[in-house]
């Protein structure tokens, strides 16, 4: 059984769009609980390999498990969410005239039209995990405050807290640290680490600070496959790795 211990496992995946080969080959896996940091150039195929785990691009070949029995090309993308993968893109999205409470209540609603109804309440479980949430996302302070008060970091950190009250085993994050201070950033990397053995994570990201903070093990992508993959200096001794950084 290939996909042994792993909680992700892709195998030889192909994809082209009008004949460009967007991934090419990929092979990639993430062992439960790890935090893995994806960097490549633009154009390396980051997005379209997080398209196809979660179910929105279909590649043309090859294997894609979540953890050792769900293949992942049997199944679309809003089953694929509800099996436990949360994704968050680049930009931060949070209803922003409902409290941070709010927004992590509505997190768990399936219908989120009638979510906000008097109706709604948590169960014991639910309030729990909303407690430690608030705690996790460094807004404990916050819950009552409007999120379109919040600044740009804690949008981004709300958002992951909405995230996690779906408690999925593996989050896919675009860039999370894009636009923060200086400060956000070093508590995004400590929101990170407390999530580190509890999650599987996949980050794509620019920052290399922010990188060499949280990261063990980096994978560097590049036309649609990996180029380079070991601990960030290894990485970025790797003479490949240099060259499509600096050759292009
Ligand atoms: P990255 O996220 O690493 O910048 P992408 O996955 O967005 O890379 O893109 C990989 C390549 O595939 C790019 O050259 C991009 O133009 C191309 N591509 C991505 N999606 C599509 C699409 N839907 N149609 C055509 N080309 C696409």
Not at 34 to 59: H, Q, V
Request: proline fraction near 2%.
């Amino acid at each position: 059984d290939v996909t042994h211990g792993r909680i992700l496992y892709l195998e030889d995946v192909h994809v082209a769009f009008d004949g460009f080969k967007a991934i090419n080959g990929l092979n990639l896996d993430i062992a439960p609980g790890e935090l893995r940091c994806i960097i490549g150039p633009n154009g390396a195929g980051k997005t379209t390999m997080m398209d196809i785990i979660t179910g929105k691009t279909r590649p043309d070949s090859g294997t894609v498990f979540f953890g050792s029995t769900i293949d992942l090309l049997r199944h679309r993308e809003a089953d694929i969410a509800a099996m436990g993968i949360g994704r968050k893109f680049q930009k931060p999205t949070v209803f922003e005239q409902l409290t941070v409470f709010e927004n992590l209540e509505l997190a768990l609603a399936t219908d989120k039209r009638v979510a906000h109804s008097l109706t709604f309440q948590l169960n014991g479980e639910q309030k729990d995990r909303l407690g430690e949430v608030l705690q996790t996302i460094h807004l404990a302070d916050s819950a009552a405050r409007l999120a379109g008060t919040l600044s740009h970091g804690q949008k981004q950190w709300l958002e992951i807290g909405m995230l996690l009250m779906q408690n999925p085993k593996l989050l896919l994050l675009d860039e999370p640290v894009a636009g923060m201070t200086d400060e956000e950033t070093e508590r995004t990397a400590q929101l990170f680490l407390s999530l580190k053995g509890k999650h599987s994570l996949m980050v794509v990201e620019h920052d290399m600070s922010f990188i060499r903070t949280i990261s063990e093990k980096v994978t560097v992508l590049c036309d649609g496959s990996v180029l380079a993959e070991g601990t960030l200096d290894e990485v970025q001794a790797d003479e490949r790795v240099i060259e499509v950084y600096l050759g292009r």
